[in-house]
């Protein structure tokens, strides 16, 4: 993690869990159905008590975007899949997806998968100095000054944070090396982030009997070696 990083957020701190995923063990419960009751617990959650309405989950993640450039539009990856579960319309490609996506909903944070065999070279989040390259989709654009992004030695893996994973990165659910990432931006969510990444790496272990490793990166210990 650069430097630059932690003067325009201060509080960073990344969550990480490495992950050597095995096959799916179907069971008495599955993924899909804790996907389901996850839905089902946001829709709870968000009704509004005595005519107040609940405390805004994404306040922290909006407000760190603020702080760095980013295309129009642009916002968390939560933003996305908390909309979708108010409509109980949230697609998953697989049972590794409805794992993430449930622990993401339950506690209201961002977790993206990025699989491992194919970063180049290294994995860094730092403040891009701009037209770094990102393959999409559909076709490759750049990064802009100053925003925050995951980088390989082929370009961006991600941008704004965890708002867009490349295809060319992004775990899919043949993927059997895994690093999962849940980045915290102020203390408030720090707790829930960590409880989060701790509870996606229990259900791992239950579904797929993963082998894991979970570490921490903040301002203190900047890198690590996996």
């Known amino acids: 993690m650069e430097e630059a990083v932690f003067s325009l957020l201060p509080r960073f701190t990344l969550f990480c869990l490495q992950a050597d995923v095995g096959s799916f063990r179907p069971g008495k419960r599955n993924p899909g159905g804790d996907l389901k009751t996850a839905i089902e617990s946001v829709k709870g959650r968000e009704k509004k008590e005595e ?15 603020k702080k760095f450039t980013a295309d129009k539009g642009a916002s968390c990856s939560l933003d996305s899949l908390l909309s979708c579960a108010r409509t109980g319309e949230v697609a998953a490609t697989g049972p590794v997806d409805e794992v993430v996506k449930a622990v993401s909903l339950y506690f209201s944070v961002p977790i993206s998968a990025m699989d491992l065999s194919k970063v180049r070279g290294f994995l860094g989040l730092c403040l891009s100095r701009g037209r770094d390259p990102f393959l999409g989709r559909e076709k490759e654009s750049f990064t802009r000054e100053g925003e925050v992004c995951y980088m390989d030695k082929l370009g961006a893996a991600s941008r704004c944070i965890n708002w867009k994973i490349s295809p060319r990165l992004k775990a899919k659910e043949d993927g059997r090396k895994i690093l999962f990432l849940s980045e915290s931006v102020d203390a408030d969510s720090r707790m829930r982030t960590a409880e989060a990444v701790k509870d ?4 791992l272990q239950a579904y797929f009997e993963a082998k894991t490793r979970f570490f921490v990166l903040d301002a203190t210990q900047m890198a ?3």
Do not use: Q, T, Y
């Not at 005519?51 to 975007?65: S, V």
């Not at 996606?200 to 259900?203: A, G, S």
């Open 200 to 203: 996606l790496d229990r259900r």
């Open 224 to 226: 690590k070696r996996i």
């Open 51 to 65: 005519g107040l309405p609940l405390p805004d989950p994404l306040e922290p993640w909006r407000g760190a975007f």
